[in-house]
Protein backbone atom coordinates (compact mmCIF):
# COMPACT_ATOMS: atom_id res chain seq x y z
CA UNK A 1 0.00 0.00 0.00
CA UNK A 2 2.83 2.16 0.58
CA UNK A 3 4.50 2.44 -2.95
CA UNK A 4 1.04 2.77 -4.08
CA UNK A 5 1.06 5.80 -1.99
CA UNK A 6 3.87 6.97 -3.02
CA UNK A 7 3.69 6.63 -6.73
CA UNK A 8 0.32 8.36 -6.15
CA UNK A 9 2.02 11.14 -4.50
CA UNK A 10 4.84 11.76 -6.80
CA UNK A 11 2.00 11.71 -9.98
CA UNK A 12 0.83 14.82 -8.20
CA UNK A 13 3.60 16.51 -7.31
CA UNK A 14 4.12 16.48 -10.95
CA UNK A 15 1.01 17.22 -12.28
CA UNK A 16 0.38 20.18 -9.70
CA UNK A 17 3.97 21.27 -11.47
CA UNK A 18 2.72 20.99 -15.02
CA UNK A 19 -0.37 22.93 -13.91
CA UNK A 20 1.61 25.78 -11.98
CA UNK A 21 3.94 26.45 -14.73
CA UNK A 22 0.71 26.67 -17.00
CA UNK A 23 -0.97 29.11 -14.02
CA UNK A 24 2.10 31.32 -14.68
CA UNK A 25 2.24 31.29 -18.61
CA UNK A 26 -1.02 32.12 -19.14
CA UNK A 27 -1.49 34.68 -16.25
CA UNK A 28 -3.97 32.96 -14.74
CA UNK A 29 -5.25 34.37 -11.46
CA UNK A 30 -6.24 31.01 -9.28
CA UNK A 31 -3.74 29.33 -6.83
CA UNK A 32 -3.29 25.10 -7.80
CA UNK A 33 -2.58 23.17 -4.84
CA UNK A 34 -3.02 19.68 -3.31
CA UNK A 35 -6.66 19.09 -2.22
CA UNK A 36 -8.32 16.74 -1.02
CA UNK A 37 -10.16 16.06 -4.52
CA UNK A 38 -6.59 15.98 -5.92
CA UNK A 39 -5.46 12.90 -3.35
CA UNK A 40 -8.47 10.73 -4.85
CA UNK A 41 -8.08 7.33 -7.22
CA UNK A 42 -9.31 8.34 -10.53
CA UNK A 43 -12.15 5.76 -9.44
CA UNK A 44 -13.27 7.92 -6.82
CA UNK A 45 -12.87 10.99 -9.07
CA UNK A 46 -15.18 9.11 -11.99
CA UNK A 47 -17.55 7.89 -9.19
CA UNK A 48 -18.34 12.14 -8.93
CA UNK A 49 -17.42 13.76 -12.09
CA UNK A 50 -18.00 10.44 -14.36
CA UNK A 51 -15.97 8.19 -16.05
CA UNK A 52 -14.94 10.12 -18.94
CA UNK A 53 -14.18 13.30 -16.96
CA UNK A 54 -12.02 16.07 -17.79
CA UNK A 55 -11.03 18.34 -14.40
CA UNK A 56 -8.30 20.61 -16.34
CA UNK A 57 -6.72 20.71 -13.65
CA UNK A 58 -9.85 21.87 -11.11
CA UNK A 59 -8.84 18.90 -8.55
CA UNK A 60 -6.08 21.27 -7.82
CA UNK A 61 -7.72 24.59 -7.35
CA UNK A 62 -7.09 26.13 -4.22
CA UNK A 63 -8.64 29.59 -4.68
CA UNK A 64 -8.91 32.74 -6.87
CA UNK A 65 -11.29 32.84 -10.25
CA UNK A 66 -10.70 29.21 -12.06
CA UNK A 67 -10.11 29.34 -15.51
CA UNK A 68 -8.45 27.16 -18.05
CA UNK A 69 -7.91 30.64 -20.26
CA UNK A 70 -5.84 33.62 -19.81
CA UNK A 71 -6.63 37.31 -20.29
CA UNK A 72 -7.49 38.77 -23.85
CA UNK A 73 -4.00 39.23 -25.43
CA UNK A 74 -6.15 41.76 -28.10
CA UNK A 75 -6.83 43.97 -25.05
CA UNK A 76 -4.46 46.26 -23.05
CA UNK A 77 -7.09 45.72 -20.07
CA UNK A 78 -6.67 42.47 -18.52
CA UNK A 79 -10.18 40.63 -19.24
CA UNK A 80 -10.75 37.16 -17.53
CA UNK A 81 -14.89 37.65 -18.62
CA UNK A 82 -15.32 38.55 -15.36
CA UNK A 83 -17.18 41.93 -15.50
CA UNK A 84 -16.07 45.19 -13.55
CA UNK A 85 -18.86 45.53 -11.14
CA UNK A 86 -21.52 44.20 -9.94
CA UNK A 87 -24.71 45.96 -8.47
CA UNK A 88 -28.02 44.25 -7.64
CA UNK A 89 -29.75 47.85 -7.35
CA UNK A 90 -29.52 48.37 -11.25
CA UNK A 91 -29.42 44.93 -13.18
CA UNK A 92 -31.76 44.32 -15.64
CA UNK A 93 -32.78 48.44 -15.44
CA UNK A 94 -34.70 47.56 -12.07
CA UNK A 95 -34.00 50.65 -11.09
CA UNK A 96 -35.49 52.20 -14.40
CA UNK A 97 -38.77 53.36 -14.40
CA UNK A 98 -39.20 52.09 -18.58
CA UNK A 99 -37.75 48.73 -17.51
CA UNK A 100 -40.35 45.87 -17.09
CA UNK A 101 -37.93 45.16 -14.08
CA UNK A 102 -38.82 47.96 -12.74
CA UNK A 103 -40.42 47.85 -9.11
CA UNK A 104 -41.83 51.55 -8.16
CA UNK A 105 -38.98 52.10 -5.82
CA UNK A 106 -38.58 55.57 -5.72
CA UNK A 107 -35.52 55.04 -3.18
CA UNK A 108 -34.01 53.06 -6.23
CA UNK A 109 -33.29 50.33 -4.35
CA UNK A 110 -34.20 47.82 -7.46
CA UNK A 111 -33.42 43.75 -6.39
CA UNK A 112 -32.06 45.06 -3.21
CA UNK A 113 -34.77 44.15 -0.48
CA UNK A 114 -34.74 45.70 2.81
CA UNK A 115 -32.75 44.53 5.85
CA UNK A 116 -34.87 42.26 8.17
CA UNK A 117 -32.80 41.05 11.43
CA UNK A 118 -32.97 37.13 11.27
CA UNK A 119 -31.17 37.06 14.89
CA UNK A 120 -31.22 36.94 18.73
CA UNK A 121 -30.75 40.86 19.96
CA UNK A 122 -32.18 42.88 16.91
Avoid at 93 to 113: F, K, R
Wanted: glycine share 10%; proline share 2%.
Amino acid sequence: MNLQYSAKSNKNSEKLAAIISYIEDNKLIWIAEETEFSQLRYSEKANLWGNDYRSFGFEFYSTGFYSVFGPSSSSSVMNYGYVDNYDWRNRHGADNELSPYYDGDMEGTGWITPVVCQGLGC
